[in-house]
DNA sequence: CCTCTTGTTTTTGTATGCAAAAATTGAATG
DNA sequence: CATTCAATTTTTGCATACAAAAACAAGAGG
């Protein structure tokens, strides 16, 4: 996705649904008028319409004609999809990386780690978060490849909002030292070991969704003040 | 991507364009104006608005605000990158298929084979070009798994976008038995075999685009008659 | 001959309006 | 009390209209 320099009407809309399904304003199986997205964010339907196609296209809403657009909902099958997807990109991005050596993008990493543990030390759950989700955002820039990054980035947003419609405080699917001990094996060229441990971070990840999916389905909210312009 | 039954306007101008690009009658760097496609189809600009949007997501489209869309003129990097990421999935998809050894998917695939020595015997070069890009996504179908499905279609249409911008009989890339060895590695569980014959495979592929790459560059054409509705 | 300016034309971005489809309501009936 | 059916309301799909930005073209100045 190049950068647009000039935000567009239909990118503040995108964004801003974007953000508050990440914030968990808007759940998964909220429905999403354009009327009232028009007048949450005063701009017309034919913007709102463009900015959820677009949001359907990362598979973070569904749409059917006639009926409008939801947040997704995904059902146990698409979830299992989606990791089994994760697990073969991220082992195909690990393998890679164990291939290269590129030390220095392995130092990037390392500076990255030393994030997380701040944020950990401040107890900054927020961040702390945030970053871990970055962090395998950031092994896939490593590989130096667009295309590829642009799509992982897609199916973390959709991992995201799995996660997001979990209860509150789930969160804690990735270990303390987990990501460190997978980049220590990346670094050693340790292939095998970076395999296994990254299929066994994944898993933790889709158990915790899983186990927690069924608790949602198909609760339709109305849609009020929920997001902050 | 669930079946729309009920083919909307916007869908209609989304399959023709899509349809006019694998034809090569829209070739990659051709400016796709509004207006034109419009009057083309009988549709409103937003109609066109909205199909075009929804190729840029997939990547055959690319666009500047205030500046319009035209079909995707790879660069270097980007065929690159797109062939370094079909090759990372295309393995994986085999190494998964190598440890399920599916044999009922097996069976599919080698009737699929069999509709491809038809087609060479027909000398059907048109059904042979088709038949050979399918075999890869019927390899990712037999994994069943929608969420790679549905990325994986996008990744091979954009890679036959490339193709589809060579010169018209440069498409022997896919040669003769190497479909029919590939399958009979998986059955027999040969990963490493099955692993090195997929890259090699791709790479040919890859090779054949990059050298005619150059030769398009940037060349607008305006639009005309081109599309056939 | 080239370049810069400026006025015109074309094209995109967004809002509005209208028709068609779906959802909703409420009364009538079993 | 549940159910069905029709009238009403809401919501979506699409086309049109207008404003803003970019592309273009012609002429002035170097």
Redesign the interface.
Known sequence: M?D???E?TVDRVYQGVYQAISNRSLRPGMKLGEASLAELFNVSR?SV??AL??LE???LV?S???KGCWVSLPSD??IR??F??RR??E???VT?LCRRRDSAAMQDMREHLLLEEEARRNHDHQRLIHLLGEFHIKLAEA?N????LD?FRK?ISRASLYVAALDDERHDACRDDEHLRLIEFIEAGNQNAAIELTCFHLAAIETAIVESAGKLKANYHPLKHLIET
Do not use: F, Y
Request: charged share 30%; net charge negative; no cysteine.
């Open positions: 190049a647009k320099k000039l567009t034919t319409r463009a196609k677009q296209a990362d598979g569904s059917e004609p006639n099958e698409e999809s989606l089994e997807t073969l990109i082992i195909g991005i890679e590989l490849n667009p295309v590829l799509w199916l």
